[in-house]
């Protein structure tokens, strides 16, 4: 996340401060992940979640025990400031007007709050399924004002914009969709270690910050070449 926010940066170095404005937000996705991966890895920003579970026994009354899941709430906070960043380049890029990109970053905030909720919640408790669904709903709302509405006005921006914003959305769905997958498995059901689930957050954090940053800063350079401004 760190060389990626130098590298996107040195992008911005030949681009006049008045088109920056792509590097800019991108650069300050993937600073905001460095922050706060570095606060995750360093033993902070997590929490455990409790839970009372009873073990049934035949000759002896039901015992009780604590069982306890790490949750890294200092992924929330990242994706609550990141995620907005990334619908404003989506946004952006669609000439999508402010209202739109206002409800669609409201909706993206209920999501993510919902997510953080939900995992602090008491498991297998429809307070915790609950913020799930309320989370979901939110996200389809993000869709709509971003992915359908964003396909509308980008016809404006003429044919090679259009390619450039229907790929990055494409690809934004596909990857933004198995976050709510993999929380359903990992954190809702507890099917998967914490570990696991470290592991598939980071790639798909790395997707949608870095690769996903590279590919529109790259095209941005191209369409400058092409005389096209985004
Ligand atoms: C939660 C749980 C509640 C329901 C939904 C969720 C969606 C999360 C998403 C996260 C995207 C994160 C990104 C991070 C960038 O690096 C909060 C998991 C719908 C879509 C793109």
Redesign the pocket.
């Given at each position: 996340m760190l060389a990626s926010s130098g590298v996107f940066a040195a992008m911005s170095w030949n681009v006049p401060v008045s088109r920056r404005v792509y590097h800019v937000i991108t650069t300050l996705?993937t600073i905001i992940?460095t922050l706060s991966y570095f606060a995750m890895a360093s033993g902070h920003a997590s929490t455990f979640s409790c839970d009372t579970a009873w073990d049934h026994h035949k000759h002896v009354p039901d015992t009780p025990h604590e069982v306890c899941r790490q949750v890294f709430w200092g992924r929330?906070v990242?994706?609550a400031l990141?995620?907005p960043l990334?619908i404003l380049d989506l946004s952006l890029l669609a000439g999508i007007d402010g209202a739109h990109t206002l409800m669609a970053v409201v909706a993206d905030l209920i999501?993510?709050l919902?997510?953080?909720f939900?995992s602090l919640g008491d498991s297998g408790t429809a307070q915790r399924w609950g913020?799930?669904a309320i989370?979901?709903v939110?996200?389809l709302f993000v869709i709509w004002h971003v992915g359908l509405h964003g396909s509308r006005t980008v016809s404006a921006k003429g044919s090679a914009v259009t390619r450039l914003f229907s790929s990055l959305a494409i690809f934004?769905l596909l990857?933004?969709?198995t976050?709510?997958i993999?929380?359903g498995i990992a954190d809702g059901a507890h099917k998967t270690s914490v570990d696991t689930e470290i592991m598939i957050y980071s790639v798909?954090?790395v997707l949608?910050?870095p690769v996903f940053g590279l590919w529109l800063l790259i095209s941005h350079r191209a369409l400058a070449d092409t005389k096209i401004d985004i």
């Open positions: 996705i992940a929330y990242d994706w990141t995620t990334l999501m993510i919902s997510g953080l939900a913020w799930y989370g979901c939110s996200y934004s990857l933004w969709t976050y709510p993999v929380w798909l954090d949608a910050k």
